[in-house]
């Protein structure tokens, strides 16, 4: 059997469909695993003027910022950073968007590509995730990357999600 060849690029325009798409066609239990609220959901149409804007603003001036995973050259996911402290830090997240894509240890290499990206393009210093507690796939995934635990707490960690037991993680610009 031949390996898949893994690889991640930088988001363009044409992606924001895929992630739209990705988020707005994903099942209710699929997005509460992850900590989302549905009801906190913007409208498709408002999310994606968002991301527009976005896929304008100079690196300096992004508050979010994509890059997109591949495999055997088909896009399957994005890692995002939002909120986005250019020069400093940023929160990233992580995305397969397909069920048969997920937990096939794509995560790892993946993550290892996407860093580059994220600390050169944003010139960032530190890099934090933070997802849900009780999912334990990205938590065991972005250990094995390199990222190191900080501490376990509960908070809302964004606009579209309810407040949760989360785990930080960190890393620094020596493995970007």
């Known amino acids: 059997m031949d390996k898949n060849i893994l690889s991640a690029r930088e988001a363009v325009q044409k992606d924001i469909q895929h992630i739209a798409d990705y ?29 527009n804007i976005q896929f304008l603003l100079p690196y300096k001036d992004k508050k979010a910022y994509a890059v997109i ?6 896009a ?3 890692s995002n950073l939002n909120p986005v402290d250019y020069g400093n830090d940023a929160y990233m997240h992580l995305h397969i968007w397909d069920k048969e894509n997920r937990k096939n240890g794509y995560g790892v290499e993946l993550i290892k590509l996407t860093l580059p990206y994220f600390f ?10 933070q997802p849900y507690a009780l999912n334990p796939g990205p938590n065991k995934t972005l250990e094995k990357a390199g990222f190191k635990f900080v501490k376990e707490y509960i908070t809302t960690p964004g606009t579209i999600t309810f407040e949760q037991p989360v785990k930080l993680w960190e890393i620094d610009n020596s493995h970007g």
């Open 23 to 51: 988020w707005f066609n994903a099942d209710a239990d699929y997005l509460k695993n992850m900590g989302v609220d549905i009801t906190k959901m913007p409208a498709k149409d408002y999310f994606i003027e968002i991301l």
């Open 69 to 74: 995973w591949m495999v055997d050259g088909e």
């Open 76 to 78: 399957i996911g994005h």
């Open 120 to 129: 050169k393009n944003l010139n960032l210093k530190r890099i934090y995730c």
